[in-house]
């Protein structure tokens, strides 16, 4: 178990120095660019809803179910999730995720997303994403998109996994300086989006919900039900001194059908590139 550990705070360790010589590029090279400082108070929950740039992150509204909202053209994001896996055999993992945005949401919006297994393997595993996104406004979107969609090494006996999903963000306390801000998103698939423990490809569809309240602006607790399985986590976004979002997750917490839980940590940074 301690090699495990070893082994995973090694790999957590380099893609934090990567992200962060990123960041540091990113607001060395816009640092002379920034004109509007209305810029550095507009957040992303995962994307960026006010179709804007956002050099500063906010927490996000899920953690494993899809949200609709869709990145645009120049939204580029990178994430680093590490995984505790199965107690039961010590199977620890990580997955890069890396993406970009193509077109306005505003109209319409394609994400591609690059799924990537870090460890127990070095990218031998992976798949890509998509997601079409149309917003009706900052606050409600709609989206279609498929998961899984080129699997290869592990990932391929699962299949591709399409889903609907519709998102809206309502505000608790309307007259408040801070709205308490409660995002809902919910949707229907098939595949993992009817059973997310399954370990092949099955033909069942199902529903999925999340929510997620932003207790501050810069933190939102989760909770969402994906696959028949129940996921509760909390979003942390430190501000400008660490422009990232910390997700905490504890997944499968009923232990669906006798399966499993586990805990994951994800590290997530977005921008814009003008």
């Known amino acids: 178990m301690a090699r495990h550990f070893r082994v995973l705070f090694e790999q957590f360790t380099r893609w934090v120095l990567l992200l962060c010589a990123l960041c540091y590029l990113h ?21 960026d809803k006010s179709v804007a740039s956002f050099p500063v ?25 590490l995984n505790s896996g199965n107690p039961a055999s010590h199977h620890y993992s990580s997955t890069l995720v890396l993406g970009l945005g193509w077109g306005d949401a505003r ?11 870090a460890l127990p393997t070095v990218f031998q595993t992976g798949d890509l994403n998509f997601q079409l996104s149309h917003n009706f406004s900052p606050e409600a979107s709609v989206a279609v998109g498929v998961q899984n ?12 996994s399409y889903y609907v999903v519709g998102s809206r963000q309502f505000k608790l306390r309307p007259q408040a300086p801070h709205t308490l801000p409660l ?7 098939n595949n993992s989006f009817g059973n997310a ?23 939102t607790l ?49 921008t814009h590139l003008s």
């Open 27 to 47: 607001h060395a090279a816009a640092a002379d660019k920034r004109t509007d400082p209305g810029l550095d108070e507009i957040g992303i929950s995962g994307f």
């Open 57 to 81: 992150v906010s927490p996000d509204d899920s953690v494993v179910a899809p949200t609709a909202f869709g990145a645009n053209t120049g939204d580029i994001f990178a994430g680093l999730s």
């Open 107 to 117: 109209t319409v919006s394609l994400t591609t997303s690059l799924s990537l297994a």
């Open 149 to 160: 969609a080129f699997p290869y090494g592990a990932n391929a006996p699962f299949g591709q």
């Open 183 to 189: 995002s809902v998103s919910l949707g229907v698939g």
């Open 197 to 219: 423990i399954s370990t092949q490809y099955t033909s069942a569809v199902a529903p999925f919900l999340s929510l997620g309240l932003d207790i501050t602006p810069n933190f």
């Open 222 to 270: 989760i909770a969402e039900e994906v696959g028949c399985v129940y996921n509760l986590g909390a979003s942390i976004s430190p501000g400008h001194a660490f422009p990232f979002v910390i997700n905490l997750v504890s997944t499968n917490v009923l232990h669906y059908q006798g399966s499993y839980g586990s805990f994951a940590v994800t590290l997530a940074w977005g």
